[in-house]
């Protein structure tokens, strides 16, 4: 089974395929260039490159939140349209949890942080064991001060990966002494890790819908936030 991925929740966007578990190839690319030009390109590279087609995939993945609102959209946009039109099935997975399968951690706590801007961070904690995952908190929208009182009770090494990974370290290592950053290159949201998610699922037995799959922003953008504000007003 060959399985195609996308992720593009954050700054960095990139593709890759796995076959029957394995991971084939990945283009990774953080350029600043917009996802629209780039992600559906890094595709069809990738595929040529490989001496694969569409025809030749069997199911797709993305990761569909949480993440930057506009990335998840173009990432779930791209997604559908490669499964509808081959009537395959997609995989819509955490984007957190699929940065937990990328970071290569194999005992430990991961945390996992994405930028949410107003003080917060979009989180999940995961603990590996023999690099196997088991989920500790579900996917949340997080101020710092309340991630550092929910981590304090953890007693092994608690490992930081996403883009908000180093604001969490500089804020809260003076709190928690026990928090180690990762290298860059290690805690980049990437599509392997999303593959790698969407495999379990396969596994598992789990079906995929690309009509179904919505992105979980975990909560509502700024211009909604102004609308209610706006409507919350004239009441």
Request: include cysteine.
């Amino acid at each position: 089974m060959r399985l195609l991925a996308f992720e593009s929740s954050a700054k960095a966007a990139g593709v890759a395929v796995l076959e029957d578990g394995r991971l084939l190839a990945e283009y990774f690319q953080n350029s600043g260039q917009t996802h629209s030009r780039t992600l559906m390109q890094m595709a069809q590279d990738l595929l040529k490159n490989c001496d694969l087609s569409p025809a030749d995939i069997d199911a797709c993945a993305v990761s569909n939140g949480p993440g930057s609102f506009t990335g998840v959209r173009i990432g779930a946009a791209a997604a559908k349209g490669f499964c509808w039109g081959r009537e395959i099935p997609l995989y819509g997975v955490s984007t957190l949890e699929a940065m937990a399968r990328g970071c290569g951690v194999l005992s430990g706590v991961v945390c996992c942080c994405m930028d949410a801007r107003r003080e917060q961070v979009y989180n999940a904690v995961f603990e590996a064991e023999n690099g196997k995952l088991v989920r500790l908190r579900e996917d949340r929208a997080i101020s710092l001060d309340d991630l550092c009182e929910d981590l304090q009770n953890i007693e092994k090494t608690i490992f930081l990966v996403g883009d908000g990974a180093e604001l969490c370290y500089t804020t809260l290592l003076e709190r928690l002494p026990r928090l180690t950053l990762l290298a860059e290159h290690l805690r980049q949201q990437r599509a392997s890790g999303t593959a790698l998610a969407a495999w379990e699922k396969v596994q598992a037995g789990k079906t995929g819908d690309a009509a179904s799959l919505s992105p979980n922003y975990l909560r509502l953008s700024q211009a909604e936030r102004t609308r209610l504000e706006k409507a919350n007003k004239t009441e």
